[in-house]
């Protein structure tokens, strides 16, 4: 499985961006999905998370009702976040990860996730 991000970018505060991250190598239709992002001089964080089947979600709160995470739903080997409400502590590098299916408790962890892009880097400037 290769993911590839795209979509960064620099962005003012308040502003928006729209990540894609798209999956060949196989079928993800089994696949949990999920972005995690890394600032500089700090530790991967989760993000958002969506399950196979694209009806169950989880957030970062800090992002809670700023970003929207969602999969396409005829081939669901593309994944979204829509990014609103930017700030500059959103400032990182964003990853998409996938990982055949997990528990609900293991979404949001790093380890939980098998495959891993290569990153796309968002500013948000002040």
């Known amino acids: 499985v290769q993911l590839q991000a795209f979509g960064g970018g620099l962005v003012q505060a308040g502003g928006s961006l729209r990540l894609s991250c798209a999956a060949s190598?196989?079928?993800?239709?089994?696949?949990?999905m999920a972005w995690f992002r890394q600032a500089p001089g700090k530790e991967r964080e989760f993000v958002a998370a969506?399950?196979?089947?694209?009806?169950?979600?989880?957030y970062e709160d800090s992002v809670k009702g700023r970003f929207t995470i969602s999969r396409r739903d005829n081939a669901k080997n593309i994944i979204f976040l829509q990014m609103n409400s930017l700030q500059p502590d959103d400032t990182a590098v964003y990853y998409c990860?996938?990982?055949?299916?997990?528990?609900?408790?293991?979404?949001?962890?790093?380890?939980?996730?098998?495959?891993w892009g290569q990153g796309t880097l968002v500013t948000v400037s002040s």
């Open positions: 990860a996938a990982t055949p299916r997990v528990a609900l408790s293991g979404l949001a962890f790093a380890s939980s996730y098998a495959y």
């Open positions: 190598g196989r079928t993800l239709r089994d696949f949990d």
């Open positions: 969506i399950r196979w089947s694209g009806g169950t979600t989880r």
